[in-house]
């Protein structure tokens, strides 16, 4: 009985072997993890080369005496895609990772005015504050959220968990029958204005497309799902920042084999008849049977490949909308700052000069709208005792550069500015500051135009309309990031993954 098992063993151990193909992963974050663990758990050899320091991407922790940032936004959305992502592999995500659910979820300011607004994913709770924004609202906003979690339902089954190779898989006979539902040609600002009337409610609706990196006027109704994320499912904290993801995924990953390398830059791709047959690490080539892409698209295309191997030429990229860049602040700051939470927004008056700003002048916007996560009101570990923690984003203009005065006036501007929304001063205790500006997103992740976020979810730049997870030009060279599908944010990243390595499945 033993010898046959022990023959059994090696049959099997050697059908897995024919089947093995090396798989490198350029660049690291929540693609790479996820594309890492999807080829690794289907039996492929899987190395990692970052770039920088950190596997941790835009995700990676600035320490520096005693207080710890998270270098992103430390919004934990779409709980269910990361639940479902572990339950693919057999695991379950609390034996990874903690996470906290927060309440109120975040608080808004309303620039120039005197109204505050802190927002539940109880509705129940918001009944008062709905109603005191825009009377008589409440109804109307439980059968608009009521709609959204209907189309998410249809996003995520339809048209998010999937490669497109043809307009045929957009349209599918579900989506031909419920297409006008789905409000796929109806823009976000029309769309939102149909249901409310007050500026408030407005901007409490299309704020989430900020995460998008897109202005409302300009993306499709269909976003309004995320006000489902938002308020059906609720935000919520990992425990350990942000950057606890990332360390669990590779966790995972590592329990499945994947091999990392840190300060390992790729400066080309080398193709033969078609196919990627190595990468250059460290003036080493390095052989590969597949190759996928998580650095920058432009970045891979113009300087990992030669120009008659590059899927698009550059009057495609110049044509395209980009999704902002950030002016981000690390702040320490003495004592308790009280009229923050978590997270808190502040929302500029003329929020439509703002987006114009930012996506059709370029330039610095003068009234920024903007956002405060203050981690040390949940957890305390991120900063010394009576100390804050503060992380500030502006969104910015992609390709718009601040030399060094107009950087210091630039900032100056932006914590006069939320001094005076909040109604508390602090500039006077900050112990520790550092900056993160449009010019570090170029130096640090090679980003295109400098964006934060790459491709803006315009009509003309969603689902079928954003580049391919394969290259036209290389058989076996595929890409997992923000400018595939599905789209941008966190757990969209783990879906692009699956995509890229499905690829690899059916090649």
Known sequence: ?????????????????????????????????????????????????????????????????????????????????FESFFEQFGKKREDYLTITKLSPSYKIFFKDTDKV?????????????????????????YQYLDRAAYQYEIAMKEFVIKNYDSVFDFFTWRMATEWAKMRVFEKMDSYVKKWFSSQEMQQIMQYPLVFLGTAPKDAPALYNIMSHVDFGMGVYYPDGWINAIIQWLVKLADEFGVKFHTNAEVTA??????????????????ASDYI?????????????????RQTYPASYREKKVMAPSGFILYLGVQWTVENLDHHTLLFSKDWDRNFAEIFTEKVAPTDPSLYICCPSKTDKTVAPEWFENLF?????????????????????KVITGIEQS???????????????????????????????????????????????TKSKKVKNLFYAWWYTNPWIWMPMCLISGKLATDRIATH
């Open 292 to 308: 996928i892409s998580n650095a920058d698209y432009r970045w891979t295309e113009t300087h990992l490949l030669q120009p008659q």
């Open 117 to 141: 607004a802190r927002v539940y994913d109880d509705l129940e709770k918001n009944r008062t504050l709905f109603e005191s924004l825009e009377p008589w609202s409440t109804d109307k906003l």
């Open 422 to 468: 909040i109604g508390e001063s602090f500039a006077d205790r900050i112990v520790q500051e550092h900056m993160f500006s449009v010019k570090d997103f170029e130096q640090r992740y090679n980003a295109y135009q400098w964006s934060a976020l790459w491709l803006a979810h315009t009509l003309l730049q969603t689902a079928l309309l954003r580049p391919n």
């Open 1 to 81: 009985m033993c010898f046959y098992l022990g023959v059994l063993r090696w049959c099997v151990h050697v059908a897995v072997w024919e089947d093995m193909a090396k798989v490198s992963i350029i660049w690291s974050w929540f693609w790479w993890l996820s594309a890492a663990i999807h080829a690794a758990y289907a039996g492929h050899e899987v190395v990692v080369y970052e770039k920088n320091e950190q596997l941790w991407g835009r995700a990676s922790v600035f320490e520096h005496d005693w207080f710890r940032w998270d270098m992103w936004p430390s919004w934990y959305l779409m709980p269910d895609l």
């Open 392 to 412: 500030v984003l502006v969104p910015f203009p992609p390709g718009v550069y601040l030399d060094e005065p107009q950087t210091k006036a630039y900032r100056d």
């Open 269 to 286: 791709i080398e193709v033969d008849h078609g196919r990627a047959t190595q990468m250059i690490v460290w003036g080493v080539p390095i």
